[in-house]
């Protein structure tokens, strides 16, 4: 397998398209000054190699409100009774693919797990916490923070403007 080499000309257009996925290849060769074959070429190649993971619409909440409801967000911290490599990969597959956890973080110290979940309502909630919390006998302890604004919220990571050497 190649080694992934990444240049300036490559930052510039990752940080472009987390700005805004949605400009086509000849806006994005000009934004960062490469011609379109180029840019393209560039920017499957990032795909291939996994940097470029996917390519999504991100939603209002606010906006969607007055049709879909406010909902309820949660932080969530969890603790498991085993920490084994083999438990922890046994929670993290049990609740990655439920629709409702939205991220699935493993951390230390303190909780062995955060997540960031979403219901429409508490009754919601209550559902979540049976089906992915409450019906595991190695989860030791739950606490739940729910969302009262969201002031942030930013999923680019911070690209330098170069390499360093």
Same mark, same amino acid.
């Given at each position: 397998?190649?080694?992934?080499?990444?240049?300036?000309? $490559?930052? &510039?257009? =990752?940080?472009?398209?987390?700005? $805004?996925?949605?400009?086509?290849?000849?806006?994005?060769?000009?934004?960062?000054? #490469?011609?379109?074959?180029?840019?393209?070429?560039?920017?499957? &190649?990032?795909?291939?190699?996994?940097?470029?993971?996917?390519? %999504?619409?991100?939603?209002?909440? $606010?906006?969607?409100?007055?049709?879909?409801?406010?909902? !309820?967000?949660?932080?969530?911290? #969890?603790? =498991?009774?085993?920490?084994?490599?083999?438990?922890?990969?046994?929670?993290?597959? &049990?609740?990655?693919?439920?629709?409702?956890?939205?991220?699935?973080? &493993? @951390?230390?110290?303190?909780?062995?797990? %955060?997540?960031? @979940?979403?219901?429409?309502?508490? *009754?919601?909630?209550?559902?979540?916490?049976?089906? !992915?919390?409450?019906?595991?006998?190695?989860? /030791?302890?739950?606490?739940?923070?729910?969302? %009262?604004? /969201?002031?942030?919220?930013? *999923?680019?990571?911070?690209?330098?403007?170069?390499?360093?050497?």
């Amino acid at each position: 397998m190649e080694s992934l080499v990444i240049d300036s000309v $490559d930052l &510039r257009l =990752l940080q472009a398209l987390q700005d $805004d996925a949605s400009r086509t290849n000849q806006q994005l060769a000009a934004l960062v000054h #490469v011609s379109p074959p180029t840019c393209l070429r560039r920017v499957q &190649r990032l795909r291939q190699a996994g940097v470029i993971e996917r390519e %999504v619409a991100l939603l209002s909440p $606010d906006k969607l409100a007055p049709l879909l409801g406010h909902g !309820l967000q949660a932080v969530v911290e #969890v603790s =498991l009774d085993r920490q084994s490599a083999e438990a922890l990969d046994e929670f993290e597959a &049990r609740v990655t693919p439920d629709e409702a956890v939205q991220q699935c973080w &493993r @951390v230390s110290p303190g909780p062995d797990f %955060v997540l960031i @979940v979403g219901a429409r309502d508490m *009754p919601g909630y209550l559902a979540l916490a049976q089906r !992915l919390f409450t019906a595991d006998a190695n989860v /030791r302890n739950v606490k739940a923070f729910f969302s %009262v604004k /969201r002031a942030k919220f930013e *999923p680019r990571l911070a690209l330098p403007a170069q390499l360093e050497s």
